[in-house]
């Protein structure tokens, strides 16, 4: 398996470990977040993205394909996207730009890929490495599948904001995964009870071999400290009908449960999380995982082949609990070489407000309204267990909560950006609500 690294670069490559570092600043840890690419680290509701500044304009007319997408959104969505027709082929599969936008922080660009020799699409069609100029953040979510003519709309986010304004950017896909199957509810033979009074061995694992990492562990990360681990390859507990990765190690470490996991180079992004079940059917999810390699004489190596999850449940009777895992594979890897240059539109002129507030792990600093939604701006690290909650006051009195979260630190340097699900008219806008407290907003 190939790593996933990212770097910002003039014509930006999606890297191995891009959407690893992208999950430091995920709430959760879900079973549908890519154990290795983290592509959808951040998970947006189906509409929180599906809008962008511009206009649909007299030229939509002209292009069916734009049309068509329109029937996929909705109305006021519809009006502020911008129709672009470029394509491009390679290996029996069109890939088409239909139509983009983009704010001061972000683009949303609509493509659709369509199989024109064979059935090498679904809807389970996932990008695995693609390319977008001036663009860094990634993520790609698919919008809709037509059988019919094996056509499949996806919807690419990039950061990159005013960097897009008004120039040619170039979209590049080179692989994309499909065929996915879930495998849920896979319980995982062992007893826990047993391992309370049972020593392990451990190792000190260097942010040097980590190629990401979510939860309580982020602080850990961010500052360089060395992690406890177990012993690599010391137990093997193998899954029911899962070939692609097993437990290479499990037991406590400090007081928490420490399940080690390797998974094979041959599954291509397979990914998945574990979990613990009461009694009850109570879910307890990793208070955190990480990411790292081990080489052939156990020692650790930057990689991702192992994944150790960590739970907190000191005061959970371990007799009565289960482990388990809801785990994803996928069946089909295709490369190839789809590639198109399309111009976009300027951004609109953004809104500040005057806004300062301490969340605790970091300082918000400046607040911008957008008909995206709501930034922050600010100073320190933003956390995981950070709640911050927002809405939107219009002048009509109605209000609507912002409740889609992409956030961002890079050198103490704090930026959270609150999506809404339809777009904001700044000029009906009253005020915004930051956890009860009203900031107004000057017309």
């Known amino acids: 398996m190939k790593n996933k690294l990212k770097e910002e670069l003039e014509q930006i490559e999606i890297p191995k470990e891009l959407h690893m570092r992208a999950k430091l600043g995920v709430e959760k840890a879900k079973s549908e977040q890519p154990r290795r690419t983290f592509k959808k680290a951040i998970v947006f509701p189906a509409a929180a993205v599906l809008f962008l500044i511009g206009s649909a304009g007299v030229g939509a007319a002209t292009f069916p394909s734009f049309n068509h997408l329109l029937s996929l959104v909705s109305p006021d969505i519809a009006l502020f996207l911008q129709p672009i027709e470029t394509t491009s082929e390679d ?15 972000m683009a949303v660009i609509y493509v659709t890929m369509q199989d024109l020799t064979g059935n090498r699409l679904d809807k389970t069609l996932d990008l695995y490495d693609y390319t977008l100029t001036d663009g860094h953040m990634f993520n790609s979510q698919i919008v809709n599948y037509d059988k019919d003519t094996n056509t499949a709309t996806l919807r690419i986010q990039a950061n990159g904001g005013t960097n897009f304004n008004n120039k040619k950017i170039k979209l590049r896909i080179s692989s994309f995964l499909s065929q996915r199957y879930k495998h849920e509810g896979i319980k995982i033979d062992t007893d ?24 309580e562990i982020t602080d850990q990360l961010d500052t360089g400290e060395s992690i406890e681990i177990l012993k690599p390859n010391e137990t093997i507990l193998s899954l029911p009908k899962i070939k692609f990765m097993h437990v290479s190690n499990i037991g406590f470490v400090n007081g928490q449960l420490h399940v080690q996991t390797k998974w094979s180079d041959e599954d291509i ?3 998945g999380d574990l979990y613990l079940v009461d009694p009850s059917g109570k879910k307890i999810n990793a208070a955190s995982k990480v990411y790292y390699g081990v080489d052939k004489s ?33 069946g089909n890897f295709t490369k190839g070489n789809w590639s198109t240059t399309f111009k976009l539109h300027s951004v609109e002129n953004e809104k500040s407000v005057s806004f300062n507030e301490d969340f605790g792990s970091w300082k918000a600093t400046k607040m911008t ?16 267990t950070d709640n911050i909650k927002m809405s939107v006051k219009m002048n009509n009195g109605s ?4 409740e889609s979260l992409q956030n961002f630190s890079d050198n103490k340097s704090v930026k959270a950006k609150f999506l809404s699900s ?17 900031i107004k907003v000057s017309r």
């Open 91 to 105: 290996k029996g599969i069109k890939m088409k730009v239909v139509g983009a936008m983009n704010d001061d922080e």
């Open 192 to 215: 826990l009870s047993e391992l309370k009074n049972k020593n392990v061995d451990t190792i000190s694992l260097s942010t040097d071999s980590t190629s990401g990492g979510g939860g």
């Open 269 to 271: 992004d397979s990914h």
């Open 298 to 330: 156990g020692k650790t190596v930057y990689g991702n082949n192992y994944v150790e999850y960590i739970f907190n449940a000191n005061n959970e009777d371990f007799s009565k609990l289960k482990l388990m895992g809801d785990l994803v594979s996928n």
């Open 369 to 384: 309204l957008s008909s995206l939604g709501v930034t922050l701006y600010g100073k320190g690290h933003f956390k995981d």
């Open 399 to 402: 209000s609507q909560s912002l």
């Open 422 to 438: 339809s777009p904001l008219d700044l000029s009906n806008i009253k005020a915004i609500n930051v956890n009860g407290t009203h």
